[in-house]
Nanobody, 114 residues
Framework: QVHLVESGGGLVQAGGSLRLSCAAS????????MAWYRQAPGRKRTFLAR???????LVDASVKGRFTVSRDNAKNTLYLQLNSLKPEDAAVYFC????????WGQGTQVTVSS
């Protein structure tokens, strides 16, 4: 069974940084493309970034230049580096496989104070 556990969120001041982690189990992690998403209160979950099994990345234009996706296949872990955070980045952040596995994790909350 696929199990995705996000962590690393927290409260940060505007302009600050966070590094989110996504620990994956129940899958052959190194062979899966992975992605990050976020969901703000009252809004739909939106795509942020993806990374292929070979390490090629694509970051949504809305966060390009501030967010970086990476992975450590030896640790079965996906990362999202968040820099220059803005109050509008506040949301619950999720990871998933691509295509998406139907059972999402709990996500990790990011709060940005102005």
């Amino acid at each position: 069974q696929v199990h995705l556990v996000e962590s690393g969120g927290g409260l940060v001041q505007a302009g600050g940084s966070l590094r989110l982690s996504c620990a994956a189990s129940g899958i052959n992690f190194s062979r899966n493309d992975m992605a990050w998403y976020r969901q703000a209160p009252g809004r739909k979950r939106t795509f942020l970034a993806r990374i292929t099994s070979d390490g090629f990345t694509l970051v949504d234009a809305s966060v390009k230049g501030r967010f970086t996706v990476s992975r450590d296949n030896a640790k079965n872990t996906l990362y999202l580096q968040l820099n220059s955070l803005k109050p509008e980045d506040a949301a619950v952040y999720f990871c998933n496989t691509l295509p998406n596995f139907p059972n999402w994790g709990q996500g990790t909350q990011v709060t940005v104070s102005s």
